[in-house]
């Protein structure tokens, strides 16, 4: 992300200077009047931004972050990333994720983010996240290639052990599929993992999950053959 030349928006030299309150008080305004950041105040924000209740405040108000459709809770926290400092920023992102008030979407994004950042896999989060109800089908990524949701990358990445987590803490999330061309067991299939990763889990199973998995069994058997050769 380039830096951009003039830094004269509000809340880029709010944070300049360390005057977080100040920032948050802007984003509050900015919410009342139904107005959002432009690109150099998202840019303040994650290069500047060091104060753990103006980060809280960024992940209550996130809508006056969306100057454009790219950025998401996901892409806030790659950010963030990209600049010095950031592992204080990012763990307490990591601990907040898992607050009773933080919100739902943040929790999904955090499954994948937690999964595969510069910290390393945060599996403690992981789990929490997921007893509390995060989506690991919510999507975070615009591309099909990339991943679109943390239970695609799993796939895609092979990990089986993050995926046995998933299976423990929302077995129905496995089972999702939509008209949009995304359907987890025809993903497993596809990768000729479907009979490897749930072989053992059939008897967990409830009778129409048991359907879905046999009605695949064939196009998992055909991938795995052309794995093979």
């Known amino acids: 992300m380039g830096a951009p030349k003039h830094y004269t928006t509000p809340i880029y030299q709010a944070v300049k200077i ?4 100040t920032a948050g008080n802007i984003l ?11 690109f150099q105040e998202y840019y303040g924000i994650i290069s500047e931004g060091r104060n753990n209740e103006l980060i809280w405040k960024c992940i209550e108000k996130f809508h006056v972050l969306q100057y454009d459709k790219t950025i998401t809770y996901y892409k806030f926290l790659r950010d963030i990333e990209e600049y010095k400092n950031y592992s204080r920023r990012i763990n307490f992102l990591f601990k907040s994720s898992i607050r009773n008030d933080a919100p739902h979407l943040f929790k999904s994004h955090m499954l994948s983010y937690a999964h595969d950042n510069k910290l390393g896999k945060k599996t403690d989060i992981i789990i929490e996240l997921l007893k509390q109800g995060a989506d690991p089908n919510e999507k975070i990524e615009q591309f ?7 239970l695609e990358k799993v796939i895609q990445k092979e990990d089986k052990e993050m995926f046995d987590i998933i299976w423990e803490h ?21 990768k000729g993992l479907l009979e490897e990763w749930l072989e053992d889990k059939v008897q967990q199973m409830t009778p129409e999950q048991q ?5 695949n069994l064939l196009l998992n058997l055909i991938k795995l053959s052309e794995r093979m050769h």
């Open 18 to 21: 360390n005057a977080y309150g």
């Open 28 to 38: 509050e305004q900015y919410d009342a009047e139904n107005k959002k950041v432009v």
């Open 144 to 150: 099909k290639f990339k991943g679109r949701t943390f």
């Open 170 to 190: 929302s077995q129905e999330s496995v089972f999702f599929g939509n008209n949009d061309d995304y359907d987890v067991i025809i993903l497993l299939a596809e």
């Open 211 to 215: 359907e879905r998995y046999q009605e």
